[in-house]
């Protein structure tokens, strides 16, 4: 099949689930044309059926806002007229399930049937998508596409209650390639940042205020009372500066590490001993997953998408949001007991085998042969 993936390219979770879908394909033999504003940072290599179309966006001195919706419809139509797309599969609602729309009805004045499939990923939903500047178009678009799917039962639930849904609504869950994180534990490094022997507690996030990250600094204030250890955090984003200020006014900035944005997912959680995530709403949780896939137990909020994840008192635990204490004392009962952690960390590597991508990828095709009636084998 050739289908065409849009997409973030930048760091978040969405982006990152298209490019792993779209390489997935790719290695099946699929034909997969990745589209978006610039390189999906997790896409690296080459393969004869892997390509990348960029969207440039025209400027004009009288845009005071780029139009980037219709550049992006612009090279959908041009992409699927000239690759032959049979199908497009849309990341993320916002905007790109309404520029598939408009690409399928423009290339239906000429000739070509390419339906569209929307993945929702989360905040287009449960954050931007409700906003009243959005909603009407985005809950057109999602009822216009041929096939929808949510990442959670949550999601699921929560685009029924937000929006006027009459389309059938797939879940399909996120995924992750297990090689990808393999744990050697002689390969980490881990003295790097815990010369004494310290456990590594982590956090990789885009430092959004959703993920609560000052509940991350203020968990580890309490744990680091009881066991030494260290703060890793990854990513980067607007709650940084308030993050850094809030760590020295607890006294604990000479133990939390600020690893900035890095791909090197996997070597930073080859080192970590335990995992944090104390997002407010989250419909998935693929960073969680991350940790799991890389034998480190998670210690988690109970909201949205992460029950579904985190399996409470077998990969982690699970606490209501902002609950700071209780989010401590289950850190403080794993990394106290070496046993303990050892067999959680077990256990959630196990848990995380039941979203190897081998397991949700043939899901997604089942839907792409229903939506474009092509059979595959
Ligand atoms: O967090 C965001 O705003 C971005 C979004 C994304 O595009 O990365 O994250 C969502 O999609 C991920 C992949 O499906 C999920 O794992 C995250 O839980 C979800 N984030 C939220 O719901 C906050």
Known sequence: MK???????????????????????????????????????????????????????????????????????????????????????????IPHASAAFM???????????????????????????????????????????????AVSNSLREDTLRYFDVNREIHVIPNFIDLENYQRPSDKCYKNMYSPNGEKVITHISNFRPVKRIADVVRVFEKVRKTIPSKLLLAGD????????????????????????????????????????????????????????ASGVPVISTDTGGIPEVNQQGYSGYLSHVGDI????????????????LAQFSAQARKRAEQFHFANVLPQYEALYSKVTGIALN
């Open 3 to 93: 289908i065409g993936i849009v997409c973030y390219p930048t760091f978040g979770g969405s982006g990152v689930v298209a490019t792993e879908l779209g390489i997935a394909l790719s290695e099946k033999g699929h034909q997969v044309h990745f589209i978006s504003y610039s390189q999906p940072f997790r896409l690296e290599g080459f393969s004869g059926n892997l390509f990348y179309h960029e969207v440039p966006v025209a400027n004009y001195p009288l845009f005071e806002y780029l139009p980037y919706e219709i550049s992006l419809t612009s090279k959908l139509v041009d992409v699927a007229m000239h690759q032959q797309l049979d199908l497009l599969h849309v990341h993320y609602a």
């Open 103 to 149: 690409a399928r009805e423009i290339l239906k004045a000429r000739g070509r049937n390419v339906p569209y499939i929307t993945t929702l990923h989360g905040t287009d939903i449960t954050l931007v998508g409700r906003d009243p500047s959005y909603k009407p178009v985005i809950e057109f678009a999602i009822n216009q596409s041929d096939g929808v799917t």
């Open 237 to 292: 984003g607007p709650d940084r500066a308030m993050v850094e200020n809030l760590a020295r006014e607890l006294g604990v900035i000479q133990d939390v590490i600020f690893v900035g944005k890095t791909k090197a997912i996997e070597r930073i959680l080859c080192m970590s001993d335990l995992f944090l995530l104390t997002s407010e709403s989250e419909s998935f949780g693929l960073s969680a997953l991350e940790a799991m």
């Open 325 to 340: 204490d209780s989010m401590a004392t289950n850190a403080i009962h794993l990394l106290s007991d070496e046993s303990r």
